[in-house]
T-cell receptor, first 115, second 112 residues
Framework: KAGVTQTPRYLIKTRGQQVTLSCSPI?????VSWYQQTPGQGLQFLFE???????NKGNFPGRFSGRQFSNSRSEMNVSTLELGDSALYLC??????????????FGPGTRLTVL | AQSVTQLDSQVPVFEEAPVELRCNYS??????LFWYVQYPNQGLQLLLK????STLVKGINGFEAEFNKSQTSFHLRKPSVHISDTAEYFC??????????WGAGTKLIIKP
């Protein structure tokens, strides 16, 4: 089975731009979660989608949004980029909701640098 | 408030020595508990999980963890570490909203 794939792997943007990151979950997985990882703040939960519906959301501003398609692929969008958005963005997929005993499988991440 | 606390941000240990990485969770989270590991420049992968049953859980790479309900802890242990165990370790717990609550991570530093 192919693992979780994320594209692109690296991205450089400037302040004020917007960016879209993509995640393809493991085949058959219906839940996709997104995380932001930075040296200062550690691993922070952004949101979780299950069957095209956002089921959980972390404490991030509205500039961060996401969606999930009928094939379970997910995209994350960040508008009006700020320097502080520079981070590794991780996507994880699971059979069911992450908090209900389901193991999450992580992708390698997208490294976003905002200049 | 629902929280998962990893008491040490870094744990240095000599190679072949035992190690314990500490994790405490608030009683308001559920008892689904996980340890994930992130090797340098990689994504996270599951080390072990506790869902129910035996309180001692064995995982990959010789790691094990013990669920202690009275102390609301889920500490991770390995009797003898190797250089290849150098990584960041994350504890997580599921809550009643089916959300995963994450600890801040503990960097395991192996000294030769």
């Amino acid at each position: 089975k192919a693992g979780v794939t994320q594209t692109p792997r690296y991205l450089i943007k400037t302040r004020g731009q917007q960016v879209t990151l993509s995640c393809s979950p493991i085949s058959g997985h219906r839940s996709v979660s997104w995380y932001q990882q930075t040296p200062g703040q550690g691993l922070q939960f952004l949101f979780e989608y299950f069957s095209e519906t956002q089921r959980n959301k972390g404490n991030f501003p509205g500039r961060f949004s996401g969606r999930q398609f009928s094939n379970s692929r997910s995209e994350m969008n960040v508008s009006t980029l700020e320097l502080g958005d520079s981070a590794l963005y991780l996507c994880a997929s699971s059979n069911g909701l992450a908090g209900v005993s389901h193991e999450q499988f992580f992708g390698p991440g997208t490294r976003l640098t905002v200049l | 408030a629902q929280s998962v606390t990893q008491l040490d941000s870094q744990v240095p240990v000599f190679e072949e020595a035992p190690v314990e990485l500490r994790c405490n969770y608030s009683s308001s989270v559920s008892v689904y508990l996980f340890w994930y590991v992130q090797y340098p420049n990689q994504g996270l992968q599951l080390l072990l999980k506790y869902l129910s049953g035996s309180t001692l859980v064995k995982g990959i790479n010789g790691f094990e963890a013990e669920f202690n309900k009275s102390q609301t802890s889920f500490h991770l242990r390995k009797p003898s570490v190797h250089i290849s165990d150098t990584a960041e370790y994350f504890c997580a717990a599921g809550n009643s909203n089916y959300q995963l609550i994450w600890g801040a991570g503990t960097k395991l530093i192996i000294k030769p």
